[in-house]
């Protein structure tokens, strides 16, 4: 990375900041590393020093009780808000807090997938693929046929839509929750993102729509990619992480390997934690 693109940290590395190039060097360990994290709004404190990583293609499941800082601590790894203190890096390269934004974290190629406000209903797919990202003609006209061809791609490899009836003209309202969420999988699969925010993407869900997001949801780690995956039932994320991190009161507590700990064993886990809340 070159400097004249970032400032120093005070460790004397080089800091990404607005404009730099979207990618390092490609030998990098984790995708997001936040080391020592505190978030305050006012006297409330949301996150206690979080130190967190997510490495290179392993999905990893955050959970904890309402109000345990898991939105708080997304909205600073995507650059929503800046944290209070502490470090974040993005491919082993430290950013500078106050520039770090939504814009800078699309362009350094991370995604975030909301349970209900990633998709247009009223606007066909072809369209939804390509909000705020449009493809035009040397006349800067939108090219509706190249943004066509390339969403009927992402429908059939991407994401492995092949029902009847779903085509690139298909609104979003005539799609089930489990294929609505499968489409805005597959845009962030697109944009080569490489780390993929899952938020509650199975909330309200019937349980074979649930099925079609767990397989969308092993797509993102079979494409080499991350993702972290924003979970209030536990079963859904126990079966797809590679790896649990534990929110309690704003700080890390625990971290757990599926293997490790059955869905009734963490259950009881996040009980305790919560007992000890109200002691």
């Not at 978030?39 to 967190?52: E, N, P, Q, S, W």
């Not at 800082?69 to 995507?78: A, C, H, P, Q, R």
């Not at 839509?161 to 489990?178: C, N, P």
């Not at 080499?224 to 507590?253: F, P, S």
Request: glycine share 10%; aromatic share 6%.
């Amino acid at each position: 990375m070159n400097a004249a693109h970032g400032g120093t940290d005070r460790l004397g590395g080089v800091v990404i900041k607005a404009g730099n190039p979207a990618h390092s060097s490609p030998h990098f360990s984790d995708i997001v590393r936040m080391e020592g994290v505190q978030k305050y709004f006012g006297a409330i404190h949301a996150l206690r020093d979080v130190t967190l990583k997510v490495g290179r293609n392993e999905i990893v499941g955050l959970i904890g009780d309402n109000g345990a800082g898991k939105s708080t601590l997304i909205k600073v790894m995507t650059g929503v808000m800046p944290p209070t203190s502490g470090r974040i890096f993005i491919r082993d390269q430290p950013i500078d807090p106050d520039d770090y934004s939504v814009r800078m974290a699309h362009d350094l190629s991370i995604e975030t997938v909301y349970q209900d406000r990633s998709l247009a209903d009223k606007q066909p797919l072809w369209r939804n693929f390509f909000v705020g990202r449009q493809i035009t003609n040397r006349f800067g006209f939108i090219n509706i046929k190249k943004q066509k061809a390339i969403a009927e791609e992402i429908l059939l490899k991407s994401i492995g839509f092949r029902g009847a009836g779903i085509t690139v003209d298909s609104t979003v309202a005539q799609l089930s929750g489990g294929e609505r969420q499968g489409i805005a999988i597959g845009r962030a699969m697109h944009y080569e993102a490489d780390l993929i925010v899952l938020d509650e993407p199975t909330a309200a869900l019937a349980v074979k729509e649930v099925r079609k997001v767990l397989d969308f949801v092993g797509k993102i780690r079979d494409s080499g990619r991350a993702c972290v995956y924003i979970e209030h039932n536990l079963a859904h994320v126990h079966e797809v992480a590679d790896r649990l991190v534990v929110l309690d009161r704003g700080a890390v507590v625990a971290e757990i390997k599926p293997e490790d700990m059955t869905v009734a064993e963490l259950t009881d886990y996040l009980i305790s934690l919560q007992h000890q809340a109200d002691d």
